[in-house]
């Protein structure tokens, strides 16, 4: 059974902090991806990792896929209180599998 | 341009009753995506249609659950005899991609049941 540890579970932070949250398996997962919901609302997509090792950065975002596949993290550079929310990692395999998520809460 | 949309919204159900919960995915969109989703909880997949053909029910956690897309558009998920472990949000998702499930899904903002 294929299954994604998110780390932390919980996490509340001041404005201006770095973060790291991490996503991980034993499994390898074609791609990658996280995505931030809100409360009441469905999950959105923030990026799709594809290849071992890659980086992406959206803004103050950095993600990284590792190089076998098996986990990710993302960055938050310079927190704000918008990047409150819940943050899921979800792996591409034989189906999509999301992790239990990380809550954040960046505290103004 | 519009989303996914869900209705309705919220739904109360005594133990015991049918529920039917529909989906309406963005239009053009090829593959549709059925998750639970219990509180604290990540989403956990239960169904995936390509157009109408429902290529894989493995999620769906009993054969109370049922879930159709006769057009290749609007999907509706039926849940008989409800159960109170069967409250959750249910999400439905949409993608523009087909083969395989890999692509970048749109969410609608799903649907809260609660079974009393």
């Known amino acids: 059974t294929q299954l994604l540890e998110q780390s932390p579970q919980f996490l509340s932070i001041q404005e201006g902090e770095n973060l790291t949250v991490y996503c991980n398996s034993s499994s390898v997962f074609s791609s990658l991806q996280w995505y931030r919901q809100e409360p009441g609302e469905g999950p959105v997509l923030l990026v799709t990792?594809?290849?071992?090792?890659e980086v992406k950065k959206l803004k103050r975002l950095t993600f990284q896929f590792g190089d076998a596949r098996k986990d990710s993290s993302l960055h938050i550079t310079a927190a704000q209180p918008g990047d409150t929310g819940l943050y899921l990692c979800?792996?591409?395999?034989?189906?999509?599998?999301f992790g239990k998520g990380t809550r954040l809460h960046i505290l103004p | 341009g519009a989303g996914v949309s869900q209705s309705p919204r919220y739904k109360v159900a005594k133990r015991g009753q049918d529920v039917a919960l529909r989906c309406d995915p963005i239009s053009g969109h090829v593959s549709l995506f059925w998750y639970q989703q219990a509180l604290g909880q990540g989403p956990e997949f239960l169904t995936y249609f390509q157009n109408e053909a429902q290529l894989d029910k493995s999620g769906l956690p009993s054969d109370r659950f049922f879930a159709e897309r006769p057009e290749g558009s609007v999907s509706t998920l039926k849940i008989q005899r409800t159960q109170q472990e069967d409250s959750a949000v249910y999400l439905c998702?949409?993608?523009?991609?087909?083969?395989?499930?890999?692509?970048?899904?749109?969410f609608g903002p799903g649907t809260r049941l609660t079974v009393t």
């Open positions: 979800a792996g591409a395999g034989d189906k999509i599998i």
């Open positions: 998702a949409s993608s523009l991609a087909s083969g395989g499930l890999t692509y970048e899904q749109y």
């Open positions: 990792v594809v290849t071992g090792g």
